[in-house]
């Protein structure tokens, strides 16, 4: 039995602080502009309808949103009293330092940490974000929305003097 003891050795490697990625949530609590996870995407919910409870039983839910990432409309349809997965989003402002040749923002946070795996997005917020930076020569703030190990910029404004 001791020999069996000194063999077992129990390794616990973990980079992030053990939050999950997602949070259960009845579906009759969720709400329009409230976030939801379909078809294991994170998305907004852009409009919902309750169905009547049926001959046998349950109200349902209908969900339509939008994906925070990629923009595509995408629906599901739930019992209101089931569980549904609502994703950890969060917001975080950076300052653009620089853009580099291959499309990827430079930015600092309000602590001084640096990070550089961020895309510059396609289309408006990304034209916006070069028209300040690059043309206008402004002091540019990048809001970064993270949620499900997944990053994106959607939105780039003026950083107030001061």
């Excluded at 946070?109 to 020569?137: A, H, N, Q, W």
């Amino acid at each position: 039995m001791a020999d069996d003891a000194q063999h077992e050795q129990h390794t616990f490697e973990s980079a992030d602080a053990g939050a999950s990625l997602t949070f259960p949530q009845q579906c009759s609590a969720l709400r329009k502009n409230g976030f939801v996870v379909i078809k294991s995407r994170p998305c907004k919910i852009v409009e919902m309808t309750t169905s009547k409870t049926g001959k046998h039983g349950h109200a349902k839910v209908h969900l339509t949103a939008i994906d925070i990432f990629n923009g595509k409309k995408l629906e599901d349809l739930c019992p209101s009293t089931h569980n549904m997965d609502v994703p950890n989003v969060t917001r975080k402002e950076y300052q653009l330092l620089d853009i580099s040749d291959d499309g990827f923002l430079n930015l600092m946070s309000d602590d001084g940490v640096t990070k550089d795996d961020v895309k510059i997005p396609d289309g408006e917020v990304g034209e916006k974000l070069e028209r300040f930076f690059k043309i206008e020569e402004k002091d540019t703030n990048v809001v970064v929305l993270t949620s499900m190990g997944e990053e994106a910029c959607i939105d780039a404004k003026e950083a107030p003097r001061g």
